[in-house]
Nanobody, 115 residues
Framework: QVQLVESGGGLVQPGGSLRLSCAASGIIFKVYTMGWYRQAPGKPRELVATITSGAGTDYAESVKGRFTISRDNAKNTVYLQMNSLKPDDTAVYYC?????????WGQGTQVTVSS
């Protein structure tokens, strides 16, 4: 079965950094567009960043210049490097895999930015 397992979340001070990882299994990883989404309490889930099978990237305006998405097809893993974190970045971060009509989600990892 398909599994997307996120890791790397935690508590960090404003201005700090975190690196999220999402390990995929059960899919042909290299053909999937991978993405990171987040959901803060009381708010809808929103797109953070995506990376296509050809390594093209796209970012939400709110994270441009601070976050970097990357992928390692040999390890079936997508990463989200988050720098200059702000309290507004506090949310559960979800990994997403999408290919044609197929889409899968991870269970989420909590990121809390607070002093």
């Amino acid at each position: 079965q398909v599994q997307l397992v996120e890791s790397g979340g935690g508590l960090v001070q404003p201005g700090g950094s975190l690196r999220l990882s999402c390990a995929a299994s059960g899919i042909i990883f290299k053909v999937y567009t991978m993405g990171w989404y987040r959901q803060a309490p009381g708010k809808p889930r929103e797109l953070v960043a995506t990376i296509t099978s050809g390594a093209g990237t796209d970012y939400a305006e709110s994270v441009k210049g601070r976050f970097t998405i990357s992928r390692d097809n040999a390890k079936n893993t997508v990463y989200l490097q988050m720098n200059s974190l702000k309290p507004d970045d506090t949310a559960v971060y979800y990994c997403n895999a999408k290919w044609i009509t197929r889409a899968y989600w991870g269970q989420g990892t909590q990121v809390t930015v607070s002093s």
